[in-house]
C-alpha cells in the first residue's frame, strides 16, 4: 500500500470514529447528562412546587442517584401521553415519575426493579354519597388523567364502557380533581399515592373510596430498549440506596413512612 493510500484509509478511520459509527442517540456514556422525563403536575412523584421548581419523591430519589453516578440531571417535562416516543427519540434518557410497569410498556421499553406499590381507587366528593366501589360508579362521569393505568384499565373495562355515563380524560389528575370540586364530574379513578396527597391538601373537599379498581401495579423506572448500560447502572445505585436506608429517609419525608418496596 502506498503512502496516499495509507493517509486515505487513515482520514476514513477518523471520520468513522468523529462520527460514532454503531452508536444510537438514545445510549449515554458515563459523565453524560442525563435527561429525565416527567410529568411535572403530578404531586408528590413529581410537580413544580410554589417557586416554580421542580421537586417530588421521584425527584429526590433521581437527584441522589445521579449525584452518586457523578452525573449531572435535568429534569424534563413532557407531554405523558407521548412518553414513549420521547423515550425512544433521544429526547429523554429516563422515564421517572409514578410510572406503572406494564406488559404493553415492557415490550418497547426497559424497566428497572418495581421500588413501590399503585393501587388505583376512587376519589369523590366530601359528602357524596352511593359511590362506594367501582359497580357504583355506573350511571356516572368518571373523570381519569390520559395515559394513565386508570385509563387504561377502563378502555378495557366492558362496565366502563357500556355502564358508566360518561369517562372524561384529562391532561394531569389535578385537573380532574377540580373539576370533581367544581361538580363537574362525580369521581375520579386514578393512582392513590397521588390522590392521597391530593386529599391531604384539599381535605374539606376530596375524600376517597378505600377499595382498589383494577388490579394494584408497581412503579418502576423506564429507559429505552436499547440502554441497557444506563438501566444496569441506575439500578445499581437504588440497591446501594435502599440498602444503606437513603430511600427510606426519602419515602419518610414525602410519606411520613417508608412505603417503598
Not at 421521584?58 to 437527584?63: E, F, H, Q, S, Y
Not at 433521544?90 to 426497559?110: A, C, F, H, Y
Not at 426493579?113 to 366528593?125: A, E, G, H, L, S
Not at 382498589?212 to 438501566?231: H, M, T, Y
Request: charged content about 30%.
Amino acid at each position: 500500500m502506498n503512502l496516499k493510500k495509507l493517509l486515505a484509509l487513515c482520514m476514513v478511520v477518523l471520520s468513522l470514529a468523529a462520527l460514532g459509527c454503531g452508536s444510537t442517540g438514545t445510549k449515554t456514556a458515563k459523565g453524560d447528562k442525563i435527561v429525565i422525563g416527567l410529568d411535572d403536575n403530578f404531586p408528590p412523584m413529581g410537580f413544580k412546587d410554589e417557586s416554580g421548581e421542580i421537586t417530588g419523591f421521584d425527584v429526590d430519589l433521581a437527584k441522589e442517584a445521579s449525584k452518586r453516578l457523578g452525573r449531572e440531571v435535568e429534569f424534563k417535562a413532557i407531554d405523558w401521553s407521548s412518553k414513549e416516543q420521547e423515550l425512544a427519540s433521544g429526547r429523554v434518557q429516563i422515564l421517572w415519575n409514578g410510572l406503572d410497569i406494564t406488559p404493553e410498556r415492557k415490550e418497547n421499553m426497559l424497566f428497572s426493579d418495581p421500588y413501590m406499590d399503585n393501587r388505583q381507587i376512587i376519589f369523590v366528593k366530601k359528602g357524596t354519597t352511593g359511590i362506594t366501589d367501582e359497580k357504583s360508579l355506573a350511571g356516572r362521569k368518571v373523570g381519569t388523567q390520559s395515559a394513565s393505568t386508570a385509563e387504561a384499565y377502563m378502555d378495557k373495562s366492558d362496565f366502563f364502557k357500556t355502564k358508566v355515563s360518561d369517562v372524561k380524560k384529562y391532561a394531569d389528575f389535578v385537573a380532574a380533581f377540580m373539576d370533581l370540586e367544581n361538580g363537574r364530574i362525580d369521581a375520579v379513578v386514578g393512582d392513590e399515592i397521588v390522590g392521597r396527597y391530593y386529599m391531604e391538601k384539599h381535605p374539606d373537599e376530596i375524600e376517597a373510596i378505600d377499595t382498589a379498581v383494577g388490579p394494584v401495579s408497581e412503579f418502576g423506572i423506564a429507559f429505552a430498549k436499547d440502554n441497557q448500560e444506563l438501566r444496569d447502572e441506575v439500578q445499581k445505585t437504588l440497591n446501594e440506596m435502599k440498602a444503606d436506608g437513603t430511600i427510606a429517609k426519602i419515602s419518610e419525608k414525602w410519606f411520613g413512612k417508608d412505603i417503598t418496596k
